[in-house]
Structure formats: structure tokens, C-alpha cells
């Protein structure tokens, strides 16, 4: 489901309409997560699924070079006013995600865990940075990183790795297509095609202690 911007609009009390919007989106969706508390959010679904810790670990990448932040108060109110909308649907949703998180005993303590071990992944695949994607702060792989299947699924960006398994599994990819997947994503410090059919996922285990 999408929200209607042109419903909104010409609604006659807007109010009401993202009122109806939210209601029928919470029944829509179980879960809602917040990109402020990423880790938190991740450890969240991870119970609300029955995941792993591995299941969830992730580098950090593609974080903006210059961070710009507006702190004059005229500024923030015209903002909050121009964005009403996207303030209203973060502001319930946040309400809602703190009242799960409040449900679940002991998650901070295993939010800890959770970011122990992915500081170990972190430091075990990643040696610096480098300006990257759309200008974003991209990692540079270890050594170790490198050859490792799990840093550099984890290093590679969505839409290069969905085309990669397409190349990978889909009989349909024609091999006019199939050489032009191979020679576009050579980044070193991403998956390519030889690396997604030959690299060992289930033995090329990162060894990570509690």
C-alpha cells in the first residue's frame, strides 16, 4: 500500500485522511522499523522472525562524506511544515516501534552481543574507506575481506547483487547480457560474477567469540 498524495490534497480534512492512512497501515504492516535505532531494529526482527546473529550482521557503508544539519529554528519549522506528512507517519511509527520494543525482555542486553560481534566482522573485513557510491564513504576490504565470501556479499551494494544471481541462476540471461554483468562489476572490494559462482559461503566462516 502507498499513500496518496493526490487523495491528501483534495481531501477535505487532511487530518483525518493521514489519520484513516495510519490506521490502515498498522494493520498492514506487523512491523515497522526505525533507521535511528538501526541495530535495535535489527535485533527486533531478528526475534520477531527467529533469525541468527548472523543473519543480521552488516557492514556500514555508504554513509554521506559531508553531513550537513540545520539547527536555526525558523529553518526546522518550515521543514516540519513543508514535510508534515513524512513527520506524521514517522512520529506514529516510532510511537509504535518503542511500544515493541518495551515488550521484549532482555533486548538490550542482546543488542549488545549483536554489536560486539559486528564490530569483530566489521574490523575482520574492513581496512578504510574511500568516496564512493553517489558520494558516500565506501569501505575498502581487508586482505582477508577480500577473499571472503561473506565480507563482500555484505560490501556489495542491492542492485548489483540481484543482477549478479540473476546471472547466476536465470536461464534466461542471455550471454550477450551475461558478458556485459561480468565486465561492469569488477569493484574489488564487491562480489563479481566468478567470485558469486566460486566462492565457498557455507566453509569461508568468520570466526566471531561472545
Not at 27 to 33: A, F, G, I, K, M
Not at 177 to 205: A, F, H, M, V, W
Amino acid at each position: 500500500m502507498g499513500f496518496s498524495t493526490e487523495r491528501y490534497v483534495n481531501s477535505q480534512d487532511k487530518e483525518s485522511f493521514i489519520g484513516g492512512f495510519l490506521e490502515e497501515a498498522a494493520r498492514s504492516w506487523n512491523l515497522v522499523l526505525i533507521t535511528e535505532y538501526f541495530d535495535l531494529s535489527l535485533v527486533l526482527l531478528k526475534r520477531r522472525f527467529c533469525l541468527e546473529y548472523e543473519d543480521i550482521l552488516y557492514l556500514r557503508s555508504l554513509e554521506r562524506v559531508k553531513k550537513e544539519t540545520v539547527e536555526e529554528p525558523y529553518t526546522l519549522a518550515a521543514i516540519k511544515d513543508i514535510q508534515h506528512i513524512d513527520q506524521a507517519i514517522y512520529s506514529y511509527f516510532n510511537d509504535t516501534f518503542w511500544e515493541e520494543v518495551e515488550k521484549e525482555e532482555g533486548i538490550f542486553e542482546e543488542l549488545a552481543v549483536f554489536q560486539k560481534l559486528n564490530r569483530q566482522v566489521q574490523s575482520f573485513c574492513v581496512q578504510g574507506s574511500k568516496v564512493g557510491y553517489h558520494g558516500t564513504l565506501a569501505n575498502v576490504l581487508s586482505d582477508e575481506g577480500k577473499d571472503n565470501f561473506h565480507c563482500l556479499a555484505m560490501n556489495t551494494r542491492c542492485l548489483p547483487f540481484s543482477l549478479l544471481l540473476e546471472a547466476r541462476d536465470d536461464m534466461r540471461v542471455t550471454e550477450e547480457k551475461l558478458e556485459e554483468i561480468k565486465g561492469e562489476y569488477t569493484d574489488p572490494d564487491s562480489l563479481n560474477y566468478d567470485q558469486i559462482i566460486n566462492l565457498d559461503r557455507k566453509t569461508d566462516i568468520i570466526n566471531l567469540s561472545l
